[in-house]
């Protein structure tokens, strides 16, 4: 971090000159001494200082200045850097006005021009103010900020974006003190949120996801524009397939449009994968693997929208969202499910503003006392829930089966059991949602009877079926009617290959319609919706990629 600064104002050049040469002489290898020539100037340059997340320990402003007087510029600083310590630079007539600023803007100190010689008359009164600062400073900032509002969906997709790239970043109201700070310093309202300020102090306002990875460290273009292996989607099976990949020896590149880790990401804790007995969380999970996979070599790719797969002799070509193309010799497949959309009145409204797809883990720390609703009964909703009965009164499970047995691991459904505020609700179905800017009110129905009952809750999280992200594929890809991959015996017929199939053998296991392309993990038809087969199909789908790269 850049040392703290010592901010001077005075419109007369020579005077601004004398005290920050004075200043700079006795306290230059400490503090930054940044000069201004008008208030409206050094305002700017505090601002810029809030942006970056630096501090300001002492400002020195000169009372008799044009357009804003060092009184009017001190009021308006300390919204910026309350902390800091104030001083106003007076000529002997001012005095009586420099007593007035000390009820105004809490004044520490008036000093009168000139003040030869500083030994005595300028240093021991900033000694004094720096030891005072010091003892409190302004808190250093080195993350990332994102200002925005409770109910905001543009600002929880900012956060949640965050969060599961494993950014980590501070979350500031914009209706609260330090985020309406951020906000005025970037010349901005409270309803221009969200805001993200990043380390160097840029402020992005309402950013799109690909403009705030290029501006938070994480990769968004390709190094090359040939591969021997592309891995799309950056879960379980794609991370286990950029692994395998690149250790052994294949150019790899990972392409991912929103987050690593996929669903098993979001999870709170699994604990059934082998070699964890205390559990993983699914970020700890992906962490790991991430870092694993850059250490061999792969390039991971965020916020790449692959929008086409074509085939041109051996070479197979993804075309992105942006116009933009990577080709590669072999391609994998691991762009997983998302979960299915709850058709009730209301909700897609109120989506990001209390209703919520996954475990949205970043707003569990706000449901502390309040009650909450899981829809979905597979393991994914009861790791939600285990998590969220950490802070929440009361979690409500609501299903609509008679029991979780027939969708959940026993283990979780044991730990459910012994959780006191946790309730599953069988026979139950969420039939609708309202609310003033964010859900307040929930219907639940029993289909058995038809008897619908009003709840009151701002919180819903959605677990639901599981929907293939492959509408990208069109026709390139043979698929099942739900949209699944079609991989190795399920592309037989009759024992007839695929159609347009060229090679003299069968499909390999894992392999596509369109040979050197591979499926892996949950978009894969027939396959084990589980973290663990999931890897070890991103791991299987190399070792068939190295027997089909033999042949070519």
Partial sequence: MANPAILTVDDDPAVSRSVARDIR??????????????????LDALRELKLRGEQVAVMLADYRMPQMNGIQFLESAMDIFPRARRVLLTAYADTEAAIDAINIVDLDHYLLKPWNPPEEKLYPVVDALLDAWAAAPDEAINDIRVVGHRWSAPSYKVRDFLARNLVPYRWLLADEAEGGRLLSAAGLGVDDVPLVVTPDGSSLVKPTEAGLA?????????????????????????????????????????????????????????????GFPDGVSGAQLTDRARRQALRFGAEILTTREVVGLESGGSTRLLRFGDGGAIAAHTVVLATGVSYRMLEAPGLAELTGRGVFYGSAATEAPACAGEEVYIVGGANSAGQAAMHFSRYARKVHILIRAGDLRRSMSQYLIDQ???????????????VGGEGDGHLQRLSLCDPRSGHVKDVNTSWLFIFIGAEPRTDWLDKSIQRDDRGFVLTGPDLLADGRRPPGWSLPRDPYHLECSMPGVFAAGDVRATSVKRVASAVGEGAMAVSLIHRYLETQ
């Avoid at 002489?25 to 050094?42: F, I, K, L, T």
């Avoid at 459910?416 to 969420?430: F, K, L, Q, Y």
């Fill in 25 to 42: 002489r006795r306290y230059g290898d400490r503090y930054r001494v940044v000069r201004a020539d008008s208030g409206q100037a050094a």
């Fill in 214 to 274: 290029a501006h938070v460290g994480l990769t968004t273009k390709p190094a090359e524009d040939f591969y021997d292996l592309v891995v799309v989607g950056a879960g379980p099976a794609g991370l286990g397939a950029a692994v395998y990949g690149a250790s052994e020896g294949l150019r790899t590149v990972l392409l991912e449009q929103r987050a690593t880790g996929g669903q098993a990401g979001q999870s709170s804790r699994i604990e059934n994968y082998l």
């Fill in 416 to 430: 459910i059991e012994g959780r006191p505020n946790i309730e599953v609700h069988p026979h139950t179905t969420v």
